[in-house]
């Protein structure tokens, strides 16, 4: 069994993100890049699968700008067999992506499409669902526990009223939440052998997608700040305060 | 004009109050009509509850033994086809229901989505959240395309109730559905407590709680108030409560009149979820936690100390 992350890579978690002056985007030049915590997480999955015995490889695919290398090597440093580097100049919306995924689903006919439930650059949480649609294949979304029986997987999914546990026959996408597993980190001598590890090179523009922006951004801005309210010395202060608003 | 449908979420045959806050967005639309369908496997109860929001025009629904669970292979295609009756919109909140289900929508529509409206600027010109909530893009959509979209709830209060309620109609739809997706069972924390999502008072408690065993000082303080319990993401995953109180970027945006946040530092992830607050109270030994630069009430101290005591004295 085959499995294919979408592994992409965002600006760090840690980052806290200027909006330009002009409105015209986000500061990304010099800043910390980092692979989608979500990702991580699917890859981990992928891998603890795959050391189980269950898949007997790992694909990952990345959509990114030709310096996105890096980011790669990477995740076949984690322990990925190889990967699919998509050459895009500019980030892709979440529906190009599912597009250019489910032409990879062609190529590689996995029978386990994992990714992150949302990427925490756009916050969209889109390509999985979007995949599986076009694919015509079960989802299985915001997942915290995944069980492979044969050919159909049990997940358990963290959603507002509790845990749901659905079963979705294989082939499926299953997108991770945080709580699926503790990402490993990468030892030295993983780094060196990443290195041969094969990278198969495409270019968005041969893969046939309709690429263009679905969505126009037209401005971006710094939200609304809440401003610093005041320290209260004890609780009766506290609560008197809480009482004069009305809110006690 | 716009033609506005608006996907229900409910469950065990109570409407989840995030549809009234979607016909809130829905009407600075300025529609020319707010219809909301609900798919189930018997509507009955949860379309009367809709029928009498505000702003609903009819309520329609799609029952089928299939929709007993909401499976977003089972209801997407029924959503699509249904929305090809002249919608010019369809909503549904940016819950975990509506994340789930819309994407694929508006994947068989062949159309992006809008992720958590927070602002409508046009009819296809909408403000959303990016990076944790540190930016806000407008985003333009097409003109010619059916727009679909996840509501962020937080934004909009609930429309109140209609004074006479919206017809009900049957809407049949015929579409095959895929078997390959089974709703096996459903864990539900049990709690008389209000919902997280709606509640118009939290009480959150942070990793500095210590221990599951701990966070009884919150769930207390909480009852004392009539307040819903919500956590932050690092009390989570220490296993101090469950995944479903989590509140921030990947868990619940909540939008509460009152907001307590206790032991909790503030990380970026965690202020996005609370950025719609009324007034904020943090509790925190270290006064340089990132949560007072945003608290409207910021109390330096033990928690162990101060949370019993502010139950006392309310």
């Known amino acids: 069994m085959k499995i294919l992350v979408a592994y992409k890579r965002v600006v760090d978690f840690n980052v806290r993100i200027q909006v330009k002056p002009d409105g015209s985007g986000v500061v990304t030049d010099g800043v910390k890049l980092s692979a989608n915590p979500f990702d991580d997480i699917a890859l981990e999955e992928a891998l603890r699968l795959r050391e189980k015995g269950v898949a007997s490889e790992v694909v990952i695919a990345t959509i990114g700008p030709a310096d996105a290398q890096a980011h790669i090597r990477n995740g076949l440093a984690m322990g990925a067999n190889r990967a699919i580097h998509v050459v895009a100049a500019d980030a892709v919306q979440p529906l190009t992506a599912a597009r250019v995924l489910r032409k990879l689903i062609d190529k590689e006919q996995p029978a386990i499409v994992l990714m992150g439930k949302q990427a925490i650059d756009d916050d969209c949480n889109q390509t999985g669902q979007m995949l599986a649609a076009l694919w015509d294949r079960p989802q299985a979304t915001f997942a915290s526990k995944i069980e492979v029986n044969g050919n159909a997987a049990r997940v358990t999914r963290e959603v507002d009223a509790g845990l749901e546990t659905i079963e979705v026959d294989l082939p499926a996408v299953i997108t991770s939440d945080l709580r699926l597993n503790e990402p490993r980190f990468i030892k030295l001598p993983d780094i060196m052998k990443a290195k041969s590890k094969p990278i198969e090179t495409l270019q968005l523009t041969e893969l046939g997608v309709e690429s263009g922006d679905h969505l126009k951004a037209t401005r971006y801005a710094a939200p609304p700040k809440r401003s610093k309210g005041v320290m209260v010395k004890d609780v009766g202060e506290l609560v008197a305060a809480l009482k004069s608003k009305g809110l006690l | ?314």
């Open chain 2, 1 to 314: 004009m716009s033609k506005v449908l608006i996907i229900a979420e409910h469950l065990d045959g109570k409407l989840n109050a995030s549809t009234a806050r979607c016909v809130t967005c829905a009407k600075e639309l300025k529609p020319e009509s707010v219809d909301v369908l609900v798919l189930a496997a018997d509507a009955a109860a949860v379309a009367e509850q809709a029928s009498k929001i505000d702003g609903v025009t009819k309520v329609l629904t799609a029952t089928r033994v299939d929709n007993a669970h909401a499976l977003a292979a089972i209801y997407a295609p029924q959503i699509a086809a249904a929305a090809g009756n002249g919608y010019t919109h369809v909503l549904a909140p940016s819950t975990t229901f509506g994340k789930d289900v819309m994407p694929r929508v508006a994947a068989l529509l062949g159309v992006a989505q809008v992720s958590d409206i927070m602002a409508v600027e046009g009819e296809h010109t909408f403000k959303r959240p990016i990076y944790a909530g540190n930016a806000i893009v407008t985003v333009e959509a097409p003109q010619d395309r059916i727009l679909v979209a996840t509501v962020r709830t937080a934004s909009y209060a609930a429309a109140g109730n209609a004074a006479s309620a919206a017809p009900v109609e049957a809407l049949a739809l015929d579409v095959a559905l895929p078997t390959h997706t089974r709703f096996v069972e459903l864990a539900q924390g049990k709690t008389d407590r209000p919902d997280l999502q709606s509640a118009s008072r939290v009480v959150s408690g942070g990793r500095a709680l210590g221990s599951a065993e701990n966070f009884r000082i919150i769930y207390s303080l909480a009852d004392k108030l009539g307040a819903a319990v919500g956590a932050s993401r690092a009390a989570v995953d220490a296993g101090y409560v469950p995944s479903d109180l989590q509140v921030g970027q990947t868990g619940k945006i909540i939008a509460p009149e009152l907001y307590i946040a206790v032991g909790i530092s503030g990380a970026i992830q965690h202020l996005t979820g609370i950025k719609d607050a009324g007034t904020i109270v943090a509790i925190n030994k270290d006064a340089d936690a990132p949560i007072f630069e945003i608290a409207d009430f910021g109390l330096v101290g033990d928690l162990f100390k101060l949370v019993p005591e502010l139950e006392q004295a309310i």
